[in-house]
C-alpha cells in the first residue's frame, strides 16, 4: 500500500518559518516529480512547489523567494522549508507523488499524503 504522510506543520507567527516533511512508503517515487499544494477552506487546491528527478524546482510566484523544495531520494522523503511565513500561506499542504505540469499549470498526481495545517497568525 502506498502512502504519503506529512508532519511539520503548526501555528506560527508572520516571519517565521517551518518545515514540511512527507515520508512516502510502498514505493519510490525516486524518478518522478513531487510536488507541494496547498489549499483553502472554500478555495481549489493550489500549486506550491515542485521538484523533479534530477532535482529540478518550480514554484508558485507567490512563494517564489520564500520557500526550498529538497528530497531525499535514500529516505524516499519530500521537504517544503517555508521562510518569511505570511497569513497567507495560512492552508492545509499536501504532499503529492507524480505531479505534472500540463502547459503552465500543475497538476497532482494520483498518491495524495493526508495534509498538514499550517496556520501563520499575524
Known amino acids: 500500500q502506498v502512502q504519503l504522510v506529512e508532519s511539520g506543520g503548526g501555528l506560527v507567527r508572520a516571519g517565521g518559518s517551518l518545515r514540511l516533511s512527507c515520508v512516502a512508503s510502498?514505493?519510490?517515487?525516486?524518478?518522478?516529480?513531487m510536488a507541494w499544494f496547498r489549499q483553502v477552506p472554500g478555495k481549489e487546491r493550489e500549486f506550491v512547489a515542485a521538484?523533479?528527478?534530477?532535482?529540478?524546482?518550480e514554484y508558485a510566484d507567490s512563494v517564489k523567494g520564500r520557500f526550498s523544495i529538497s528530497r531525499d531520494k535514500v529516505k524516499n522523503m519530500l521537504y517544503l522549508q517555508m521562510n518569511s511565513l505570511k497569513p497567507e500561506d495560512t492552508a492545509v499542504y499536501y504532499c503529492n507523488g507524480e505531479a505534472r505540469r500540463y502547459g503552465s499549470k500543475w497538476s497532482g498526481g494520483y498518491y495524495w499524503g493526508q495534509g498538514t495545517q499550517v496556520t501563520v497568525s499575524s
Open positions: 521538484i523533479n528527478w534530477s532535482g529540478g524546482s
Open positions: 510502498g514505493r519510490t517515487f525516486s524518478s518522478y516529480t
